[in-house]
């Protein structure tokens, strides 16, 4: 018969193992697994300097690529506003205004 130490023994490689598959700082991640530093910040996850490149009020400077964003449940976004629309720029999703591509909304980065 086997002993329960035993059985202990047979079992601590596969617990070792699976507990080092697991992501690494995902206890201490902030939302959407960013450190806790920049979840405290005013723009959650998203560097200082990267913050700055979009300023709410600003137009799109004119030239810039970006995509508009259609899908916007898949970014778990609520419909946009009446007269705006979300939009992607280097990554960085905005919400826009339509008429005037006046900068509402800096959303994070993508």
């Given amino acids: 018969m086997i002993k329960m130490r035993n059985i ?3 079992m601590l ?3 070792v193992a699976a507990t080092l598959t697991l992501p690494a700082g995902s206890a201490f991640a902030g939302p959407k697994g960013c ?3 920049l979840a ?3 723009v ?3 560097p200082p300097g990267q913050a700055k ?3 709410i009020g600003n137009r799109i400077p004119g030239g810039t690529p970006w995509y508009e964003v259609r899908d916007w449940d898949r970014y778990g976004l ?3 506003l009446d007269g705006s629309r979300y939009v992607l720029i280097d990554n960085d999703l905005v919400r ?3 008429a005037t591509g006046v900068i509402l909304e800096f959303l994070g980065r993508y």
């Fill in 8 to 10: 202990i023994w047979l």
């Fill in 13 to 15: 490689p596969f617990v």
């Fill in 35 to 37: 450190p806790p530093g």
């Fill in 40 to 42: 405290k910040k005013a």
């Fill in 44 to 46: 959650p996850c998203v």
């Fill in 53 to 55: 490149k979009w300023q």
């Fill in 78 to 80: 609520p419909a946009p």
């Fill in 96 to 98: 826009v205004a339509i």
